[in-house]
């Protein structure tokens, strides 16, 4: 892990889980000035170990109630199919996460959507947009565990 102290640890912990915490709080967690822990999430936004601070949104209560994993055969494996593949999935909110896998599938999209109505329209934009050998779904029945926390 890059060079992390246990003060950076602590401040990366403490605001992966609440981002708005103020210098004053993170200096209590950290047992630091609030100078030394601005100076210390500075150096730490400047080497790229801290990309964003957003909020977290219920995506319940704001009508997209159903998680959705699908499974992406790719239709060529040509860079012109991966790049439209990519802008596709970028150019959907809906689509969550994509990644590109080993093993028998290419794809792993992670989608919300509000309901099957609302998959079915996500599925029809996106093969309309670039030409998928196989696509299954996956549903989720119940969130388990999920988190953006990384293990520090």
């Known amino acids: 892990m890059e060079n992390l102290d ?25 047992a630091l000035s609030r100078n030394a822990v601005w ?9 790229g170990l ?6 977290l949104l219920d995506p319940k209560a704001l009508g997209l109630g159903l998680s959705v994993f699908m499974l992406i055969r790719a239709g060529a494996h040509s860079p012109d199919w991966s790049t439209r593949f990519a802008r596709a999935t970028r150019e959907m ?13 290419d794809y792993l999209l992670h989608a ?5 109505a609302g998959y079915d329209r996500l599925y029809q934009r996106l093969t309309a947009k670039v ?22």
């Open 6 to 30: 246990a003060q950076d640890r602590k401040i990366l912990n403490a605001l992966q889980r609440d981002a708005t915490l103020s210098l004053d709080a993170l200096a209590e967690l950290a």
């Open 50 to 55: 801290i990309r964003a601070r957003v909020a």
């Open 93 to 105: 909110p809906e689509i969550l996460a994509a990644y590109r896998m080993t093993g028998e599938l």
């Open 112 to 116: 919300r959507v509000a309901d099957m």
């Open 131 to 152: 030409e998928i050998a196989d696509v299954s779904a996956s549903f989720v029945m119940e969130e388990i565990k999920d988190t953006t926390a990384l293990p520090l």
């Open 39 to 47: 100076r210390r999430v500075k150096a730490l936004e400047d080497r």
